[in-house]
């Protein structure tokens, strides 16, 4: 049991656009609803994919009846389960860019790392560190404190905690000292007899604390404190959350990956070959996970956008759009249980 706190295609989900096992094998009876779960991997900027592909389940009326989420997945999924629509999502998204074309000025200008256009534009194309950035990779715990992020992330949120959630969601973790998956979930919505002794479970937190330990990318955030742990980006161990979906009793499950590696070009400065590094880390893992527990993977081609390119979030929630659309006929097929295989 877990610790309390409060196929696929022989093809690796790399090498396509939508992947699923089929459900092989089981009878189905015309029109018999299956509860389902969608899981929205991470991905940094490339997250915005994610609110096209919920766009066009919405739009269709496909709401999926439980939600996980990791790093950028776990932002989206939140949101969602918080109350607002995808198209709310967007608008706010859309907003944000409009505010700050740059997408990244505040960030950086509210934590003291680049005094001047000229630092920033050299930490992007990585011709070298400011000051700052040096100082606080070799003397504290990350570049960003993240108490600003966490902020945001609260008041967009409305403080609304797992128990005050649209529908049932879970969001991963990993605790830095005992290397602990760590999920936060919404209390009541894992099945007793599923739990696993590899997950530590919370159900007491805030959205907006589980979604601040879920983007935590180690040096560029320092590690989220909660209740005595150091809790860092999910994607280290889980990049595509799909486990947990089961044991909160969905019979079906979808995933979005995001980690579908892009041009050699994409990786041109730090903070993508951050991120890049990360998903790389626990790429073979996240593969086998999505074999062992997704029914379907969508894999929206998302590869040839940089992290920072914020200017394109428009593109990667039109990328998430196509795919879904795409995936629609066999998801249907799987939730409603309308055909044999």
Known sequence: MGTEEGGINATPADEGLVHNRGLIGEKRASGAYRKWGLALGG????????????????REGLVPDVLSGT?????????????????????????????????????????????????????????????????????IKGVMSGERVEKTLDRVLERKTFNEVTRPLAVEAVDLHTAELVAFVTPGSIREDLKTRDLVYIYDAKLSEAVRASISVPVLFVPKEYKGRHLVDGGVKDNVPVGILRQMGANVVVAVDLGK???????????????????????????????VAADLVMTPDV?????????????????????????????????YMTHRV
């Open 261 to 291: 590696p892009g041009p050699s070009g994409e990786y041109d400065n730090a903070l993508s070959i951050l991120i890049r590094s990360l998903e790389m880390t626990g790429r073979e893992m996240t593969l086998i996970k999505l074999q």
């Open 71 to 139: 790093s950028a997945g776990a932002v989206v999924a939140s949101l969602y389960c918080s109350g607002l629509s995808a198209a709310d999502i967007e608008r706010r998204i859309l907003d944000l860019i409009g505010s700050d074309p740059e997408g990244l000025g505040e960030v950086w200008e509210a934590n003291g790392l680049f005094s001047s256009p000229r630092d920033r534009l050299s930490f992007v194309i990585g011709s070298r560190f400011p000051k700052p950035f040096i100082r606080a990779v070799f003397s």
């Open 303 to 335: 590869g040839g956008v940089g992290h920072l390119e914020v200017g394109r979030i428009p593109e990667l929630i039109k990328k998430g759009e196509e795919t879904c659309l795409e995936a629609l006929p066999r998801i249907r097929e799987m939730v």
């Open 43 to 58: 991905g940094g900027l490339k997250g915005a994919a994610h609110v096209g592909v919920l766009k066009v389940l919405e």
